[in-house]
């Protein structure tokens, strides 16, 4: 019977946040299939250690920080580093993309970042995490996040002047 109720607690948790964590994943890794995969190994380790969550308050937080850790596996893995040449580029379908109003051109600046920057402004901006918060999900200190975050709007402003304008610290 505890297991019932585990196995159904899990379920509602997974169904209510699953749509929220894939587009924090994407956010991430920029590409969804890859998204999908980060988001599926985070619901099995949360469902492993499901029991050992005390405070329900803080799932998202955590499962946060194993999509985090997840991403940076992947960039840190040798068949990422692989250039794939190609004489023309694929169409992108709008299907692929996870539009919430903001312009493509922004999300093409952001993808352009160094990984830590790049995530540094997902969980800030995208996700609207505080420092604190941010810092605890990559395992890194708040003044990491903070200069990180100031690093990556300096590089969006100089790379990107005619984008500047919607650039603002918080």
Do not use: C
């Amino acid at each position: 019977m505890a297991d019932r109720t585990r196995d159904a607690d899990f379920a509602a948790y997974m169904q209510a946040r699953q749509p929220a964590l894939l587009r924090t994943a994407f956010l991430l890794t920029g590409d969804r299939h890859i998204a999908e995969d980060v988001v599926a190994t985070a619901l099995a380790k949360l469902y492993l250690s499901w029991d050992k969550v005390r405070e329900r308050d803080s799932v998202d937080g955590y499962v946060r920080r194993i999509i985090a850790n997840e991403t940076t596996s992947l960039w840190r893995r040798p068949w990422r580093r692989r250039e794939v040449v190609a004489d023309v580029l694929p169409e992108r379908s709008r299907e692929e993309t996870y539009d919430d109003g903001r312009a493509d051109a922004v999300w093409r600046a952001v993808t352009s970042l160094p990984t830590r920057q790049r995530a540094v402004v997902v969980l800030r901006y995208y996700e609207e995490l505080s420092e604190a918060e941010i810092a605890d999900v990559l395992g890194i200190s708040t003044g990491t996040v903070k200069s990180q975050a100031s690093r990556a709007l300096a590089t969006l402003r100089a790379t990107h002047p005619d984008l500047a304008s919607g650039l603002e610290e918080r």
